[in-house]
């Protein structure tokens, strides 16, 4: 587990938690953003420690129920399941296990923290969320 950022809380938030995947350079993108910002947080490894089916929920709710917005869709863990085909069938909570226990199959990064809910990367959406 790696710690990053110089440790400024200008968001009110405890601690970030980010989801990410060494070879991701959205990930890198995302983790140099939040260091540049001075904005801590605590990095997991996505594949060796996915989030959990509690906070899968918690991104569920912030990405308004859309579950597809959860997956990485662009893996190769996705497509060879051919999740793409099924998703749609199968019960949220079905899904929420599936990517609880393969992090390959959650979008990254994935980041949680006190009233934050990111999936994925685009700076404008997290500058505007933790208000830098």
């Known amino acids: 587990m790696a ?3 110089a440790g400024r809380y200008s968001w009110g938030m405890k601690m970030l938690t980010v989801y990410t995947y060494a070879g991701c350079s959205t990930c890198k993108k995302a983790t140099g953003w939040l260091g540049a910002h001075g904005i801590a947080f605590r990095e997991k490894a996505i594949r ?3 989030p ?3 906070e899968l929920r918690t991104m569920l709710a912030a990405v308004g ?8 869709t662009s893996g190769r863990d996705y497509r ?4 793409g085909e099924q ?3 199968l019960p949220v909570d079905e899904v929420l ?3 609880a226990a393969n992090g390959n199959l959650v979008k990254r990064p994935f980041a949680l923290g006190d009233g934050v809910a990111l999936v994925g990367f685009k700076e404008v959406e997290w500058a505007a969320t933790l208000g830098d």
């Open 48 to 50: 060796e420690t996915p």
């Open 65 to 72: 129920g859309e579950v597809r917005k959860l997956c990485n």
């Open 87 to 89: 998703l749609a069938a």
């Open 80 to 83: 060879e399941r051919k999740l």
């Open 52 to 54: 959990s089916v509690a």
């Open 97 to 99: 296990e599936l990517l």
């Open 3 to 5: 710690w990053g950022g």
